[in-house]
């Protein structure tokens, strides 16, 4: 290239030199040849590969640096465009970037910010920073570019990002203006930003506005000091999220001096965890400080380790009187023992609940306590220590054995006044029962059961059970209600379903709200051998038969009373003489955790055992009770059971059929007299001829046809009946002394042991007994 290269004013003062004579060319040929030793001298010199290139990209000249960082000898470079140190998939940008330069001609420093990368001669890439320099000459424009291996660099760059990426915290790397100029992928889940959010962007953006003027102030004082600041260094500090949410933050800095200048690494923590777990622990704290109750800390060998203010109240003792005294000063001296005993059974990590025992204070006082201890854990779950919380339940224990003695006093008026209400049923003849009721173990006692038995005469038994919701005074006053107007409509001679249908409405009328009430009534007539029930949302009806066997008697549902607007139905069953019904109320089936229809089976499977035994119905009462109630203490309901056995069956009946005509009367009058003289009745003839010639004298005046006369003969009583079609009832009345009729029931009630009207789907029955 000789001294063709030429840079700046001296290449342009080279033109000028030029056009003067040549006179002392040889002194001037030998001062450009010492010039281009000492340019080629500096050149291989240089630190960096030097590579100069014309305007067209040949290279012109290199040094040894350039053949030790490319792999080419100096001759395979000389002459040869410049992109093949280039990789090929940049050879086209390349082209443009030289011409580009060749129009701007601008010096390009060392490390621009471009990526630039070289190509060896053995086809290794590897990254440069490339300073570029024109040079005018005499031959044109020549380009000095000085080329940097920095794959050392680099590597270390990329280790040191590799580094900032893996720390567990969130990294900011600022430089003295405040400006980010690096982060990692912790700062983007922090902050809530991507990362090209951040970069070149005050750091600013990460403080709550509030504290973004004293920010600026203390960054620029750490610029001055420059000192590590450890994490959590007291402050109490907060960082921003993108989305405007503050959180708790603790900042460790570290200053770090560069070529470029001073940096700052900031490593954020999110402590927002911590603070709530120390504010949750803080409130704890006061709590535990302020309660009520009496806790204390305690070593397994018994040291007390904590005690609060409860603590010192409860036993007179303070803090420092008691930390680091053992437990057992707390206890009387024949509870010793019981001390060593918890204490083991809290080496063994066991927990102790409410254990009520007694404990002394200062002063030598005996106090009621309830203790509850637990074992307290290390980091790897062993057993170190003990807590205890104690609470003084004197005035409870008190205030129990008060209790306790007034609880008696009321179960026994409440039981005497629930007995009251439900009145003690009669002894009917032939009927023989077995009842069993008991009151709610919870509460006063007083419930809404009750059960009666009725006597509807002519050896009909009206049987009633039922149970009123709830407990209480209100539940028995409705008990005490319904039962009297049950009885009073039975008495009527009401069947099942008319006598529900009015106790419906009588619920109705009470105005209780929201009160629901279940019951069931049945009629057993023993001679015709059934039974007809009413069922108002009861339990079902068992029947044990004489000769073993248990079932359900067949019902409809119908829903229980107070609930309005329902037309009830009844039903009949067959029921042989000697058969026992059983009736009985929720609290007998009904247990927490199990299924009604299993506990009425399970009823039922002990009912046949019982009588496939031949129990008599006392004894088969008390073992349904133990069976299905094995806790007599624990049951929340009152429970009532009633057994009923059925009368035998008549020892004789007979029935005839009358016309609605005077013949009726002498021909029912010899029928009477021919029944009893067949039944050894005759002493009675008299008296049961007079009292049926005036019922049916009645019932052909008044009735209609046809009629049917009924007798039954039981061992203690004659039963008459007669039946007809009319719907209306007679009336005993007192008839004036003109008058020759209404005197016939007048005559019926004095001379009968008893008498009554039964209404029926058909018409009517009048009835009248005469004991035998």
Not at 12 to 41: I, V
Not at 295 to 323: C, H, M, P, S, V
Not at 454 to 462: H, K, M, N, Y
Not at 724 to 747: C, F, K, T, V, Y
Request: hydrophobic share 40%; with cysteine; aromatic share 4%.
């Amino acid at each position: 290239m000789g001294d063709t290269i030429r840079s700046g004013p001296a290449a342009r003062r080279g033109t000028a030199d030029r056009a003067q004579p040549r006179h002392g060319a040889g002194n001037r040929t030998r001062g450009s040849a010492t010039a281009e030793d000492r340019f080629r001298g500096l050149l291989e010199a240089a630190p960096d590969a030097m590579v100069i290139v014309d305007d067209t990209g040949t290279i012109k000249l290199v040094n040894a640096q350039t053949e030790a960082l490319f792999g080419y000898r100096r001759g395979e470079l000389l002459g040869r465009p410049v992109e093949m140190l280039i990789p090929r998939r940049f050879h086209d940008q390349h082209a443009a970037h030289r011409a580009g330069y060749a129009v701007n001609r601008q010096v390009r420093p060392m490390g621009a910010g471009l990526q630039l990368h070289g190509l060896r001669k053995d086809g290794s890439e590897f990254p440069v920073e490339i300073s570029l320099s024109p040079l005018e000459t005499a031959e044109g424009l020549l380009v000095s570019a000085a080329v940097r291996d920095v794959s050392e660099r680099k590597a270390a760059d990329e280790r040191f990002r590799a580094l900032l990426e893996a720390a567990p915290d969130a990294m900011v790397i600022v430089d003295d203006t405040g400006t980010i100029k690096l982060v990692n992928a912790q700062t983007e889940a922090l902050f809530g930003y991507r990362r090209g959010e951040l970069l070149g962007r005050p750091v600013e953006l990460l403080v709550p506005a509030r504290f973004q003027a004293h920010h600026t102030r203390h960054r620029d004082g750490y610029a001055v000091n420059r000192q590590v600041r450890p994490m959590g260094a007291g402050l109490e500090l907060h960082g921003l999220r993108k989305d405007g949410s503050e959180f708790p933050v603790e900042i460790s800095l570290s200053p770090l001096e560069t070529t470029e200048g001073l940096l700052v690494s900031a490593a954020v923590r999110d402590v927002s965890e911590r603070k709530a777990a120390e504010a949750r622990i803080n409130q704890l704290a006061a709590l535990v400080e302020s309660s009520q109750d009496a806790i204390l800390a305690k070593t397994l060998d018994g040291r007390i380790t904590y005690w609060n203010a409860a603590a010192q109240r409860l036993y007179g003792y303070a803090a420092e009187e008691a930390i680091g005294q053992h437990v057992s000063m707390l206890a009387p001296p024949e509870r010793k023992d019981e001390i060593t005993n918890l204490l083991e059974q809290l080496r063994h990590g066991e927990r102790i609940e409410h254990f009520e025992t007694l404990r002394l204070t200062s002063t030598g006082q005996l106090i009621d306590v309830d203790v509850t201890l637990w074992p307290t854990r290390g980091p790897d779950h062993t057993v170190i220590g003990a807590c205890a919380i104690i609470r003084d339940v004197s005035d409870r224990k008190r205030a129990e054995a008060e209790l306790t003695a007034l609880y008696k006093q009321q179960k026994h008026i409440a039981l005497t006044l629930q007995r009251s209400l439900m009145g003690t049923p009669p002894a009917i003849p032939g009927l023989t029962a077995a009842s069993r009721y008991r009151p709610a173990t919870q509460g006063a006692g007083v419930g809404g059961d009750w059960f009666d038995l009725i006597p509807l005469g002519a050896g009909r038994v009206g049987i009633l059970i039922g149970d009123v919701m709830g407990r209480g005074l209100e539940a028995a006053s409705v008990m005490g209600q319904l039962r009297s107007a049950g009885h009073a409509l039975a008495k009527t001679g009401m069947q099942p379903r008319q006598l529900v249908q009015a106790l419906d409405t009588a619920v109705a009328d009470l105005g209780v709200p929201d009160q629901l009430v279940t019951c069931c009534y049945l009629v057993i007539a023993p001679d015709a051998g059934s039974v007809t029930l009413c069922s108002a949302g009861h339990l079902p009806t068992l029947v044990a038969g004489p000769g073993g066997g248990v079932r359900r008697l067949p019902t409809p549902v119908n829903p229980p009373l107070g609930v309005g607007d329902i037309l009830y139905q009844q039903s009949s069953a067959a029921i042989p003489p000697g058969a026992t019904l059983v009736l009985y109320t929720d609290g007998l089936v009904e247990t927490p955790g199990s299924d009604i229809e299993s506990q009425i089976d399970k009823l039922t499977a002990a009912l046949g055992a019982a009588f496939a035994r031949g129990t008599t119905l006392e004894a088969a009462a008390d073992d349904l009770l133990a069976g299905l109630l094995p806790d007599a203490e624990s049951h929340n309901d009152d429970v009532t059971l009633l057994l009923a056995r059925l009368p035998d069956a008549p020892l004789h009946t007979a029935r005839a059929e009358l016309p609605t005509t005077a013949s009726a009367v002498s021909r029912g009058r010899v029928f009477v007299a021919d029944a009893l003289v067949g039944w050894g009745c005759s002493h009675r003839i008299d008296d049961a001829q007079l009292l049926v010639s005036e019922v049916l004298t009645n019932a052909v005046q008044h009735a209609e046809g046809p009629i049917v006369l009924h007798l039954r003969h039981t061992p203690i009583e004659l039963a008459i009946e007669v039946s007809d079609l009319s719907p209306h009832l007679p009336q005993p009345r007192l008839a004036d002394q003109d008058e020759e009729s209404g005197r016939g029931l007048i005559l019926v009630d004095a001379l009968a042991d008893g008498w009554g009207v039964r209404p029926d789907e058909r018409g009517k029955t009048t009835w009248l007994t005469l004991r035998l």
